[in-house]
């Protein structure tokens, strides 16, 4: 999947990460049917947000049921690592569903990289997201 971020959209995911910058922020991207990807700031209810990310999962089911209903479809999420690096860690790996093809975009002191996970757990890098 070839992943093209306006850097209008870019500026909005990095502005949140900057907002909050002792915690991880995340959010979902969207891809309509032009091929353009938005980018939908969710809360991260995790219990601990300074190390980790759940996505709002009432965030996560409204996309969902817009996508249904012909609306932007969900391609992947974006969280920050505040104090680290824009490479997915030993539980974002964990954690990322390969049977999705979601894109998980990480920004980490003011840098952006996505990754796709694939079958077996690895995760292939997009460069320039």
């Known amino acids: 999947m070839e992943l093209v971020i306006a850097s209008g959209v870019m500026a909005q995911i990095l502005a949140h990460a900057a907002g909050a910058p002792a915690s991880e922020v995340c959010g979902l991207l969207l891809r309509d049917d032009a091929g353009r990807v938005a980018a939908a ?6 219990a601990d947000p300074s190390r980790f990310f759940e996505l709002d999962p009432g965030i996560l089911l409204a996309a969902h ?7 932007p479809r969900v ?6 690592h505040p104090g ?3 490479e997915p860690s030993a539980h ?11 894109i998980w975009l990480i ?3 003011g840098q952006a990289a996505a990754f796709q996970v694939v079958p077996g757990g690895r995760c292939t890098g997009y460069s320039n997201a």
């Open 84 to 86: 680290g690096v824009a």
């Open 41 to 46: 700031a969710a809360a991260n209810v995790h």
């Open 65 to 71: 049921r817009r996508q249904r209903e012909g609306g």
């Open 92 to 102: 974002d790996a964990a954690a990322a569903d390969a049977a999705s093809g979601w």
């Open 75 to 80: 391609i992947g999420h974006y969280h920050s």
């Open 107 to 109: 920004v980490a002191d």
